[in-house]
């Protein structure tokens, strides 16, 4: 059932002021005509009332007797965020007049609005309407995904994904928590790519990033970089094994240490950081040749593994990819070889791999793609339980986000720091928000929306596990 009202008081052109007899929902869009023209808007904010009963009363049979006196007649008051015209979305230039009626909008019209993107992610809280999005938007312009846990995050990703699956898409998935490795898609498969790297491929960054050489060992570093510097080149061509490049390595720094005696201990020591990551990282340590472009398969779920590499290697893994994707695309857009296709990169715990207080591998790679890679079909999601520890940076590179329960003020200040579609109203929400429903903004939409995201009817391995149950399958054993 809909429901009318009238604004009252001073309006502007944003926002308009409403009271009615009828009761509508916080979400619900609705219509105004003036002018000639026909406005949507959106209720942002509801207070509900009974006439003589004013903040100022504290006694309760006061109250009780203007309430049986009034026969208990209530109004709502509540807000109205203009949103546009119905037909174009522009923002009209004069405000509705006192008086002017607000009433629900009607499903036609709001199937008109929200049916003309090509990925359906769910429907409206306030309608039964699907609510799709723009897929050319939502890539070249990246997106956030944000809640707490259990809030739906990973259900939101399966939907994203398998929608751009079905619109023949590449994918590639960064599974902190191997969720999607064995995962089955409706309109597509995965591709499990093991989280290898040959180390004659990484860049003298990752290498000290990997063999814990840091900054400040300034005598270590420089004799890593002369040896890396002597022995990259022979590794360019490929078709050698990481065992070679490594005794290459190996060999340099001895040759240095032949030459510079005086610095025994720190070459000694580069040396035995450079087993030492051999050792520590010799899951991901790959004797292929090939790199992970060369294992994508276009129009799948690539799911690179990394749920048992330690947060060291996942920066180096995700850092080395965002590297080589972007500059494959761009060798292809510039010269017709590389990667063909664009591709969109979910980047899981990304509070982790591009965090706030520190710098990493990953968050250099992250912003540069998130400033480039539009205008090279490479687009980011970033999914986060915990907004206020992600890159601020990062974060405001994201021009459309997906917003599901987030109770934290701290996580909610720094969401609406890096989005100017976040009002205070729509803000207030967030704690309430039930699992699966979530509060969309950005270039993908045509409007701010409140909206229950699609149940994904696939396969994934995630998921809290039934610790009642399997404690009582193990009753009587031990």
Same mark, same amino acid.
């Given at each position: 059932?809909?429901?009318?009202?009238?604004? %009252?008081?001073?309006?502007?052109?944003?926002?308009?002021?409403?009271?009615? *007899?009828?009761?509508?929902?916080?979400?619900?869009?609705?219509?105004?005509?003036?002018?000639?023209?026909?406005?949507?808007?959106?209720?942002?904010? +509801? +207070?509900?009332?009974?006439?003589?009963?004013?903040?100022?009363?504290?006694?309760?049979?006061?109250?009780?007797?203007?309430?049986?006196?009034?026969?208990?007649?209530?109004?709502?008051?509540?807000?109205? *965020?203009?949103?546009?015209?119905?037909?174009?979305?522009?923002?009209? &230039?004069?405000?509705?007049?006192?008086?002017?009626?607000?009433?629900?909008?009607?499903?036609?019209?709001?199937?008109?609005?929200?049916?003309?993107?090509?990925?359906?992610?769910?429907?409206?809280?306030?309608? =039964?309407?699907?609510?799709?999005?723009?897929?050319?938007?939502?890539?070249?312009?990246?997106?956030?995904?944000?809640?707490?846990?259990?809030?739906?995050?990973?259900?939101?990703?399966?939907?994203?994904?398998?929608?751009?699956?079905?619109?023949?898409?590449?994918?590639?998935?960064?599974?902190?928590?191997? #969720? %999607?490795?064995?995962?089955?898609?409706?309109?597509?498969?995965?591709?499990?790519?093991?989280?290898?790297?040959?180390?004659?491929?990484?860049?003298? &960054?990752?290498?000290?990033?990997?063999?814990?050489?840091?900054?400040?060992?300034?005598?270590?570093?420089? %004799?890593?970089?002369?040896?890396?510097?002597?022995?990259?080149?022979?590794?360019?061509?490929?078709?050698?094994?990481?065992?070679?490049?490594?005794?290459?390595?190996?060999?340099?720094?001895?040759? +240095?240490?032949?030459?510079?005696?005086?610095?025994?201990?720190?070459?000694?020591?580069?040396?035995?950081?450079?087993?030492?990551?051999?050792?520590? %990282?010799? #899951?991901?340590?790959?004797?292929?040749?090939?790199?992970?472009?060369?294992?994508? &398969?276009?129009?799948?779920?690539?799911?690179?593994?990394?749920?048992?590499?330690?947060?060291?290697?996942?920066?180096?893994?995700?850092?080395?990819?965002?590297?080589?994707?972007?500059?494959?695309?761009?060798?292809?857009?510039?010269?017709?070889?590389?990667?063909?296709?664009?591709?969109?990169?979910?980047?899981?715990?990304?509070?982790? +791999?591009?965090?706030?207080?520190?710098?990493?591998?990953?968050?250099?790679?992250?912003?540069?793609?998130?400033?480039?890679? *539009?205008?090279?079909?490479?687009?980011?999601?970033?999914?986060?339980?915990?907004?206020?520890?992600? =890159?601020?940076?990062?974060?405001?590179?994201?021009?459309?986000?997906?917003?599901?329960?987030?109770?934290?003020?701290?996580?909610?200040?720094?969401?609406?720091?890096?989005?100017?579609?976040?009002?205070?109203?729509?803000?207030?929400?967030?704690?309430?928000?039930?699992?699966?429903?979530?509060?969309?903004?950005?270039?993908?939409?045509?409007?701010?929306?409140?909206?229950?995201?699609?149940?994904?009817?696939?396969?994934?391995?995630?998921?809290?596990?039934?610790?009642?149950?399997?404690?009582?399958?193990?009753?009587?054993?031990?």
């Amino acid at each position: 059932m809909g429901f009318t009202g009238k604004c %009252y008081g001073e309006t502007s052109p944003s926002r308009v002021s409403f009271v009615s *007899r009828e009761m509508p929902h916080v979400g619900e869009y609705v219509v105004m005509e003036y002018d000639g023209r026909r406005v949507l808007g959106m209720i942002e904010s +509801l +207070l509900r009332g009974v006439p003589g009963v004013t903040e100022d009363l504290n006694d309760p049979e006061t109250v009780e007797r203007i309430v049986r006196v009034t026969g208990g007649r209530q109004y709502l008051r509540g807000t109205v *965020r203009i949103l546009g015209d119905v037909e174009t979305l522009e923002i009209p &230039r004069v405000p509705p007049g006192p008086g002017t009626e607000v009433r629900s909008a009607d499903t036609e019209t709001l199937r008109r609005i929200f049916g003309r993107g090509s990925l359906t992610l769910g429907r409206l809280l306030s309608a =039964d309407v699907p609510f799709r999005v723009d897929i050319n938007r939502m890539v070249t312009r990246h997106i956030a995904i944000l809640a707490v846990t259990g809030a739906g995050k990973s259900n939101t990703v399966a939907v994203i994904v398998d929608e751009l699956l079905r619109a023949g898409g590449t994918v590639i998935i960064f599974d902190m928590h191997s #969720e %999607y490795v064995s995962a089955e898609f409706n309109h597509g498969s995965v591709n499990p790519i093991g989280a290898a790297i040959n180390p004659a491929r990484l860049s003298l &960054r990752e290498i000290k990033r990997l063999s814990n050489v840091t900054k400040n060992a300034y005598v270590q570093e420089r %004799y890593l970089s002369r040896a890396h510097r002597r022995v990259a080149p022979e590794f360019e061509g490929g078709g050698v094994s990481a065992e070679d490049f490594l005794r290459r390595m190996h060999e340099e720094l001895d040759h +240095l240490l032949a030459e510079n005696s005086s610095d025994k201990r720190s070459i000694i020591d580069v040396q035995n950081k450079l087993e030492y990551m051999a050792e520590a %990282y010799d #899951e991901i340590i790959d004797l292929e040749t090939g790199g992970i472009i060369e294992r994508l &398969r276009l129009n799948h779920a690539n799911v690179i593994d990394l749920g048992l590499v330690d947060e060291t290697g996942s920066d180096v893994i995700v850092s080395h990819v965002l590297q080589e994707v972007l500059q494959s695309r761009k060798d292809y857009i510039n010269h017709g070889e590389g990667l063909e296709t664009p591709v969109f990169i979910v980047l899981e715990e990304a509070h982790i +791999l591009a965090p706030a207080d520190r710098s990493t591998e990953s968050r250099y790679w992250i912003s540069r793609v998130a400033r480039e890679g *539009r205008k090279f079909g490479v687009g980011l999601a970033l999914v986060s339980q915990s907004p206020k520890s992600l =890159d601020p940076a990062a974060l405001s590179q994201a021009n459309n986000m997906i917003i599901m329960r987030l109770i934290e003020p701290n996580d909610q200040m720094h969401v609406q720091r890096a989005s100017e579609a976040l009002s205070d109203d729509l803000l207030s929400h967030l704690p309430s928000l039930n699992i699966g429903e979530a509060v969309v903004v950005g270039l993908m939409a045509p409007v701010p929306a409140m909206v229950k995201i699609g149940e994904f009817t696939g396969k994934l391995s995630g998921g809290d596990p039934d610790v009642e149950s399997i404690w009582r399958g193990m009753g009587g054993k031990g």
